[in-house]
């Protein structure tokens, strides 16, 4: 993992236009190169396998928690902010190797700021690379 590509703040369905390249060993959007990606919305799933579904009101993703995160008590209905390696997979939902996951449940207006946040990171950083090669 080559931490010197930045997370990007992103929707499932922003990651849905993200293309491999396999020569970085990442994904790009546009002129974009990224890895990992942090997201947030609401745990819809749970299985015994360590892994989750994550809905952020755009798609689906799948969550593979590994390590400690696998001990925590995760509840359907809560609200999280993922951090963690993008993984496209051939007929299945995508899925984030989990980094770092924090339940958010208890900040208020978390998801009207969260769409707000990734839409600022969108018009200011993301766009003008996206824009450049599409």
Same mark, same amino acid.
């Given at each position: =993992?080559?931490?010197?590509? $930045?997370? #990007? ?11 491999? !390249?396999?020569?970085?060993?990442? +994904? $790009? &959007? ?12 609401? #745990? !819809?799933? $749970?299985?015994? %396998? ?11 993703? /799948?969550?593979?928690? %590994? ?13 999280? =902010? !993922? ?28 998801? $009207? =700021?969260?769409? &707000? /946040?990734? =839409?600022?990171?969108?018009?200011? +950083? ?5 824009? /450049? +090669? %599409?």
């Amino acid at each position: =993992m080559d931490y010197s590509l $930045a997370a #990007l703040k992103l929707l499932c369905s922003q990651l849905k236009q993200a293309g491999e !390249v396999p020569s970085q060993n990442s +994904f $790009a &959007l546009g002129g974009l190169l990224f890895q990992r990606a942090w997201l947030q919305g609401v #745990l !819809v799933s $749970a299985s015994d %396998t360590g892994s989750l579904l994550l809905d952020d009101g755009t798609g689906l993703i /799948e969550l593979s928690l %590994t390590g400690e995160f696998r001990h925590r008590q995760w509840k359907l209905g809560m609200y999280v =902010m !993922v951090v963690g390696g993008y993984v496209a997979r051939v007929g299945e939902l995508p899925m984030i190797k989990i980094h770092k996951i924090v339940d958010l449940s208890s900040s208020p207006d978390r998801e $009207a =700021m969260w769409y &707000l /946040e990734v =839409m600022e990171a969108y018009k200011m +950083f993301y766009q003008p690379l996206v824009e /450049e +090669f %599409t």
